[in-house]
């Protein structure tokens, strides 16, 4: 982790055309490792199953899994597992052996790092290192087969939008791609194999809004994608300055965080371009995948997925996940802390397996009223306001939450505090005490992330409380 970071700060102390020319490299590089030998196979094998009969997936999946589940058997931690839960993997029923196993939390897997892991001396890993949303950091090996097999899996999903390996895009992440010193643009740089240009999130302001459109425009990027709460912010300059010419833009995807539909509205009205959204992590234990007809999809051939029930929170279920394509570092019934809302419809695309109506956050994400029942899907409290161009919840002690707001052109802070109360009230109550606080930025995650709920109560006890100022 000292390496990276080293590299990261020599990086930031180049002049702009090394850092475009070291940008290009490392992209180089990623597209060999990800792209290379068995990629064009496992794409082709994975576009072969999108339309897969539910029989045959079904086959596939039992398949793979009880493979991987005699390969995670060689690993210390889990052939111990195995013997103490009784668990048999050659039973006739799989899935319901499945169940003596309990859910593995990532707190579990950091005490556990060198028993989980698997790696076969004949095959290439990579170490891949996550924090989460929480900023729980998980440092693991990942085969090579398993990162080009995720990657597979996405470009699958970015076909589906027309969206090609040879498409521009421009991208909005949390990394640092310019030193946050600099005071002029240009505020991205070029990674030309990679066909991206990366802009950076930490200088994205009102007086900046109008140079990063341009350099969009000039670069005739056709496809925009980031986190939702940087794009939605730049979205809110271009409709509050009215900054025209816009991009060409055909599509926009969003991924790392849960996409709001107010969000989604914001920046499909913004830049005349459909959003759509893809969930997955670095631990590859879950992936879904939106479709044309905005209905988020299970990649049931990526890994095997659980919908568990959240305790007192109905129709809210747990996403639990199994990595069966990265035998290096199996993770069985893995935790992501990540909850989602189910549809029982039919989708008109034809796709099989099951879909999410909502990725609905974390767990930790839930407000706790004055009666102890939790609430999540919030977002709808913001849904019409649109003179906002940032909000978050934060829950210090039950029956209390403040309100983080960045302010948009046109707000007014008494007609929109008076209106935030009358939707707030319809969804929690007249009991819980509801605050406001106004800042020029929400904080985000170590990983550049936005929390649209934050809840600092853990098992009844308060989390060290950051400090709140400009409130009201």
């Known amino acids: 982790m000292n390496g990276f970071f080293n590299r990261e700060q020599l990086y930031l102390w180049l002049p702009g055309f090394l850092q475009n020319l070291a940008i290009s490299l490392e992209g180089r590089r990623l597209h060999n490792r990800r792209y290379g030998c068995s990629y064009i196979e496992l794409f082709k094998e994975y576009n072969e199953r999108t339309f897969f009969a539910a029989e045959e997936h079904e086959l596939y999946r039992l398949k793979r899994f009880r493979q991987f589940l005699r390969d995670a058997g060689k690993a210390p931690y889990w052939r111990d597992k195995f013997s103490r839960r009784g668990f048999d993997i050659e039973a006739s029923d799989i899935m319901a052996e499945l169940n003596k196993l309990p859910i593995l939390t990532k707190k579990e897997v950091k005490d556990n790092l060198e ?16 924090s989460g949303t929480t900023g729980s950091g998980l440092v693991f090996p990942v085969t090579r087969s398993a990162e080009r097999e995720q990657w597979a899996t996405w470009w699958r999903y970015r076909n589906w939008h027309g969206i090609y390996q040879d498409t521009w895009c421009g991208y909005f992440g949390g990394r640092s791609i310019v030193s946050l010193g600099r005071t002029r643009p240009p505020y991205w740089r070029v990674n030309r194999p990679g066909h991206q240009i990366m802009f950076s999130a930490y200088h994205l302001r009102e007086n900046t809004a109008e140079a990063y459109i341009r350099a969009l425009v000039e670069h005739d990027v056709s496809w925009l994608h980031g986190y939702p709460s940087i794009l939605v912010l730049l979205a809110g300059f271009v409709r509050d300055q009215r900054i025209r010419p816009l991009p060409p833009l055909k599509v926009i995807t969003t991924g790392a965080e849960s996409l709001l539909p107010y969000q989604r509205r914001l920046i499909r009205e913004a830049f005349g371009a459909e959003v759509f959204q893809h969930y997955g992590q670095v631990e590859g234990v879950a992936n879904l995948s939106e479709c044309e007809y905005g209905r988020l999809h299970a990649d049931e051939d ?12 109905d129709g809210a279920f747990k996403i ?14 893995y935790d992501t802390g990540d909850i989602a809302i189910l549809c029982d419809d039919q989708c008109p695309c034809g796709r099989p397996g099951r879909m999410v109506d909502v990725i609905d956050g974390r767990k930790e994400d839930y407000l706790i009223l004055p009666n102890g029942v939790r609430l999540g899907r919030l977002d709808h409290i913001f849904k019409d306001l649109v003179h906002i161009l940032e909000a978050q919840i934060v829950q210090f002690e039950p029956g209390k939450a403040v309100f983080r707001i960045v302010k948009g052109a046109g707000y007014d802070e008494a007609g929109e505090e008076k209106n935030l109360l009358i939707e707030a009230r319809k969804r929690l109550g007249p009991e819980i005490a509801i605050e406001f606080e106004y800042t020029d930025l929400i904080p985000r995650t170590s990983s550049g992330k936005l929390r649209f709920v934050v809840s600092h109560i853990t098992d009844g006890h308060l989390e060290p409380q950051g400090s709140a100022s400009h409130t009201k």
Do not use: D, M, Y
């Open 320 to 333: 639990i996940g199994t990595n069966w394509t990265n035998p290096a570092f199996p993770l069985i019934r």
């Open 115 to 130: 028993q989980i892991s698997n790696c076969n001396p004949g095959e290439k890993t990579i170490w891949c290192h996550t």
């Open 302 to 313: 990526f890994s095997l997925i659980e919908f568990i029930p959240v305790s007192g929170a």
